[in-house]
């Protein structure tokens, strides 16, 4: 086989990008765009001394999983990767993502509850953040084509609320006759609850061509925002944000409601983007985590304090440990603002928590670990083993780190529940919650 060859083939598996995958003589190609039980022509487009990738040129059976997709640049943007499958098969594919993972990674047999899906999986996300380009040859917003800088322009993103695609089709038609070749990107966060949005600009420079107006107008043709914003970012790298942000308009944040709890959103708080199935994931924390009034709960990488926020009235006293200062100034924010009295919290390093834990005299009962998609690096997890809590929640957002680090726990810790949760309906991505107790 070589490149440009046109081959018939069936898939038979997805890879955990949610490409099939065609086993040719047992040589695998990955598809994009093809589903289990498809058979069609494909083009080879790269092939590899143990597997390919190729292109598929048409379909002769097709799958009866199969939608037509509600985005028009579904085939060309790289945001939602599986809105080609059914609501019913995404789901199928995210919960037998998790089970495979666990046995090939973590090698345990464990229970993996049913995923819990949305009942309406369009226009979810409280984020979005869109790349502009705006110079002679016109006007571009919307995503990034798969695997490169390219902008794909769109007029509506499905998984975008309705309100943060009308404030980008109106920023359209603004730099279409006022173009601002320092715009680079626009960020826009939204609380479902009290309705308030808050826009920002990421630029070159922090003053801009029409500032002045653009916010004037902004504002007035959207009363709900309540935030505008401006970051500047000279750099030619992959970074978004800049070092330092400016409030345009309003104040330099929004409010929501999480949980029966007031939050503090600022601009690079980390805050969960479907806040539907936000509440449905902290509900299976809580239900999981089985927890006592006498408990001591530590909770890593906790942001801007919600989980521990809603746990606290559970439990004797939450320690909430994350490193990012800013995250921890809005989580004290959060916890003044709630007349959280039992909780605290520590601007550090999870590999710090265990020494502070010991010069304090504390012994923690449960701990809840939410770290970035990498996971938990191997220092906390010695950490964690040492701490020897009762009970683990592992709240994961990729489960290949997850069940890494299950197989370097699972000598300590019975790995006892893993709940699929999906936060991302049309993409591959699938948040779980474990529950571990100590053997």
């Known amino acids: 086989m070589k490149k440009n060859d046109v081959v018939l083939g069936c898939v038979s598996d997805y890879t955990s990008e949610g490409l099939g995958v065609v086993k040719?003589?047992?040589?695998?190609?990955?598809?994009?765009?093809?589903?289990i039980g498809e058979c069609g022509e494909i083009v080879l487009t790269l092939v590899k001394k143990n597997f390919g990738y190729g292109r598929r040129l048409s379909i002769v059976k097709e799958s009866k999983d199969r939608v037509v997709p509600r985005c028009s640049v579904v085939k060309q943007c790289g945001g939602c990767q599986i809105m080609h499958m059914s609501k019913e098969h995404q789901a199928d594919f995210k919960q037998n993502l998790v089970v495979q993972v666990m046995k090939r990674i973590a090698k345990v047999d464990v229970e993996?509850?049913?995923?819990?899906?949305?009942?309406?999986?369009?226009?979810?996300?409280?984020?979005?953040?869109?790349?502009?380009?705006?110079?002679?040859?016109?006007?571009?917003?919307?995503?990034?084509?798969?695997?490169?800088?390219?902008i794909i322009d769109m007029s509506e993103c499905m998984v975008q609320s309705n309100e943060q695609n009308e404030i980008i089709a109106w920023m359209r038609t603004f730099l279409m006759s006022r173009p601002i070749p320092q715009l680079r990107h626009i960020i826009i966060r939204q609380a479902f609850k009290s309705k308030q949005v808050m826009v920002a600009f990421v630029t070159r420079y922090r003053h801009?061509?029409?500032?002045?107006?653009?916010?004037?107008?902004?504002?007035?043709?959207?009363?709900?925002?309540?935030?505008?914003?401006?970051?500047?970012?000279?750099?030619?790298?992959?970074?978004?944000?800049?070092?330092?942000?400016?409030?345009?308009?309003?104040?330099?944040?929004?409010?929501?409601?999480?949980?029966?709890?007031?939050?503090?959103?600022?601009?690079?708080?980390?805050?969960?983007?479907?806040?539907?199935?936000?509440?449905?994931?902290?509900?299976?924390?809580?239900?999981?985590?089985?927890?006592?009034?006498?408990?001591?709960?530590?909770?890593?990488?906790?942001?801007?304090?919600?989980?521990?926020?809603?746990?606290?009235?559970?439990v004797e006293e939450v320690i909430g440990v994350d490193v990012e200062k800013s995250a921890i100034e809005d989580a004290?924010?959060?916890?003044?603002?709630?007349?959280?009295?039992?909780?605290?919290?520590?601007?550090?390093?999870?590999?710090?928590?265990?020494?502070?834990?010991?010069?304090?005299g504390k012994k923690v009962d449960v701990i809840v670990v939410d770290p970035p998609r990498k996971g938990l690096c191997s220092e906390v997890i010695a950490d964690i083993i040492e701490i020897a809590p009762e009970r683990l929640i592992y709240v994961s957002c990729d489960p290949a780190t997850l069940a890494r680090d299950i197989a370097l726990l699972k000598e300590q810790y019975e790995i006892k529940v893993?709940?699929?949760?999906?936060?991302?309906?049309?993409t591959v991505h699938v948040e779980s919650v474990v529950l571990m107790t100590r053997k």
């Open 24 to 35: 040719l003589d047992g040589f695998p190609v990955f598809v994009k765009d093809m589903m």
């Open 112 to 150: 993996v509850r049913p995923i819990l899906t949305m009942s309406d999986p369009w226009f979810y996300r409280n984020k979005v953040q869109v790349p502009v380009k705006c110079d002679k040859e016109g006007v571009k917003i919307g995503f990034y084509r798969t695997n490169s800088h390219e």
């Open 418 to 426: 893993i709940q699929p949760v999906d936060m991302f309906p049309q």
């Open 332 to 360: 004290w924010a959060n916890a003044m603002l709630n007349h959280i009295p039992n909780i605290d919290f520590w601007a550090m390093d999870a590999k710090g928590a265990k020494k502070r834990l010991a010069e304090e």
């Open 208 to 314: 801009f061509d029409h500032q002045e107006k653009l916010v004037e107008l902004l504002t007035k043709r959207f009363d709900y925002i309540k935030s505008v914003m401006v970051t500047v970012n000279n750099r030619d790298d992959n970074v978004i944000m800049g070092d330092s942000d400016d409030v345009l308009f309003g104040q330099n944040f929004i409010e929501d409601d999480l949980m029966g709890l007031k939050f503090k959103v600022s601009l690079r708080s980390f805050f969960q983007v479907n806040p539907i199935q936000t509440e449905v994931l902290y509900h299976q924390v809580y239900m999981l985590a089985d927890l006592k009034k006498t408990d001591v709960l530590l909770d890593l990488y906790c942001g801007v304090g919600t989980i521990g926020g809603f746990l606290a009235r559970f």
